[in-house]
């Protein structure tokens, strides 16, 4: 290899490892899912899971994820009635329709609802 062409091909490969030892040192892990929290977010450890919490001033949040469990539906009835028993009581209200998304051999069920919540401050 050439010291031109040696140069032309470390230069991106360089660029290429630092961005994805970066985008490594944001990414996060839970169970078989790798995903990038969302900045400003505060994690937590939860008893089944794991969690991020935005406090602001204007606005609040939560992110949850829960310990998976065998099912014994399709992944919107387990979606349904995963909300039912956890979100429910806190947000009442039907579950929203989930966003399905297959990836191998399971299907990951996604939903977001918008909800007025009272807290003590």
Known sequence: MTPALRR??????????????????????????????????TAREAQDGKLYLRNGTDREGIITFHASRPASGTASQEF??????LV?????????????????DYTAAMGA?????????
């Open 88 to 104: 429910a009581p806190i947000a009442p209200g039907p579950p929203p329709e989930p966003r399905l998304q297959p990836d191998g």
């Open 80 to 85: 349904a009635a995963t909300w039912r028993a």
């Open 8 to 41: 032309t091909f470390l230069g991106p490969l360089l660029g290429a490892a630092l961005a994805l030892t970066t985008s490594a040192a944001r990414a996060d892990r839970f169970e078989y899912l790798t995903y990038a929290p969302p900045p400003g977010w």
């Open 113 to 121: 609802r918008q909800a007025p919540a009272a807290c003590n401050r």
